[in-house]
């Protein structure tokens, strides 16, 4: 139908087929917009329309209960049923059209009226059918009717200048925007706030100050116009300074200012802002205000202040009975702040009570379980979707394909990213990486391959996932080739992460001069995260000459990080440099260094079971022991010998092999094989990077139980199976 009504149109609208246009006078416009500010994610209420780029809303000569009230249907089944079709009825329809956002049906009935030949059109049926064109993007009609307007001399008011430049702007057209603001005889707001708009939507920030500070009428909605456009341009700072000239000016906030400005606060998370902010929305007794709400809810998730987001949602919740974009906002919020078994919690009860789950919320909830490796839960809400009968969007197949390859099931993730309906470049991204973090670089390359020869242009996340999985593959050729490649075929400028992944391509391969020599050509001498890899792959080659420069480097850069000075003293500790070790962890306590906890936990039954070092909390600690003794004499008698050298402390080797036995992820692994039937594979996750002699022990006691075992640090995942990783000993 939409194509059949381009076609239409542009068939009959030539200065042959138009008749002259009517002189009906038009009356004053009623306002209507768009919004102009993208809301975030988690705030899902809509909001009301904020009145910054305004389009005419055409007032009919004839009154039509019908089209006003958006009944566009039963105006056309009355127009029909009309034996002679009056400009007036033809009005009607078209503008209820427009006004309802029925754009193709309003274009096939201006077809219709200009082929039907009995009513000439007016200024309100081609203001209607403007917004027509503006909401199909069809440019090209746009422009037809626009030329036809200027031919036939037709007297271009405010309100049908302001509708040809808001289709420009919305069919994207900035220039002709432009040109047709600059020939109007008379603008008003909105006829600056709709082409200040356009410049944002182009991203021509600078020739969209030049305007606004031009503008002669700066009233609530042109300083929303400026500060959302901003935002969306990615000039947050920008943004802030033109919201503090706003308030200054004394210029009056409405609600959709208020929830610009709390989006704002959330972005830069500016607690102390978004605090002042709440106050005056308590002032302006905006607080029952749905959308004002969900900005604020989201502000304080994004601020990290959980606590205060669940005040309001509890207030809200005895406000009105509609609070279902409350709920995401909250379980939305709980992902983003690393409290992902918070969010699952806060996402059951959510349909205990009956609140119907949307794609966005299954989305955060699948995300919750991707980031604490629920896998159980995972699938839970994978059922829900297709219970509820969602599709499964880009957005939503990428996120389950996420949480699956997270929770070490990649030929589920495979399975979910094969029968996904329409695959973005998100989508291909996401399996891309997780070939990457599974070890399987040459799967990752043919994925890439694959997406190219699909016409899908890659992005910079998409790269990064490529040069990760040739450094965790040792492709060094192929690394070199994707990373010249990104630069002069797609264009893309490398970033710190792209930068990163080539370090670790050439300390992974050995060639420790080759990565020294490339963080200093490519002037990344300042980023801590390179010296960091370069170390790490020090560790790996024993090549202490560059770890001491990486790690002085670092000790420089970041005197409070643990992480460098704990894999620096492990590397004195290997080569029983007992001094030096001991000078470091002096410097350690000196600088207030302190070494993050390591945590292992493993999944059963719905339950999470944590663990730490030495841990003797849990429930059946006793038998957990008793196991873990048993398989440590088991893996001695298929060649396993502990690694004492990692132990960073001048004792008896008893003790010291006494210290490596009992850290964090030996007890999650001795828990999951006494409480999980012979050969079930087990999942384990680790906040750390897993230590050599863990690492080294769950090689041989995947032979030993003959299980398949998956560890997710910090870094990577690690499959063990019949006494080999799949890293191949390199993490």
Partial sequence: MRHAARRAAATLLSPSTLPPPSSAPLSSPTPSSAPLLQRPQSLRARAPEPGLARTPRERVPVPSP??????SRDARRVLDETPKRSAAAWTAVIAGCARAGRHADGMGAFAEMLADGRAAPNAFVLAAVLRCCSGLGDVASGKRIHGWLLRNGVHLDRVLCNAVIDMYAKCGDCERAKRAFRAMAEVDAVSWNIVISACLQSGDVRGAMQLFDESPVRDTSSWNTVISGLMRNGCAAKALDRLYHMARAGVEFNHYTYSTALALAGMLSLLDLGRQLHGRVLTAALETDA????????????????????????????????????????????????REEEAFGFFRLMLRQGVAADQFTLTSAVAACANAG???????VH??????????????ASTIVDMYAKCGNLDDACRMFDIAPTKNVALWTSMLCSYASHGKGRMAIELFNRMIAEKIKPNEVTLVGVLSACSHGRLVSEGEHFFKLMQEEYGIVPSIEHYNCMVDLYGRAGLLDKANNFINENKIKHESIVWKTLLSACRVHKDMEHAKLASESLIQLEQCDAGSYVMLSNMYATHSKWRDTSKLRSLMRERGVRKQPGQSWIHLKNIVHTFVAGDTAHPRSSEIYTCLAKLMERIKELGYTSRIDLVAHDVEEEQRETVLRFHSEKLAMAFGIISTPNGTPLRIFKNLRICVDCHEAIKYVSRATDREIVVRDLYRFHHFKDARCSCEDFW
Wanted: with cysteine; net charge positive; glycine share 10%.
């Fill in 66 to 71: 019908c089209a006003r009230g958006r009944h």
């Fill in 291 to 338: 959308f004002v709400q969900s900005s604020l809810m989201d502000m304080y998730c994004k601020c990290g202040s959980m606590n205060a987001a669940a005040l309001i949602f509890d207030r809200w919740s005895h406000l009105t009975g509609d609070v279902k974009f409350a709920w995401s906002t909250m379980v939305a919020g709980y992902v983003q702040n690393g």
């Fill in 374 to 380: 629920m896998v159980e839960q995972g699938r839970q």
């Fill in 383 to 396: 059922g829900c979707v297709e219970k509820l009968g969602h599709s499964f969007d880009a957005p939503l």
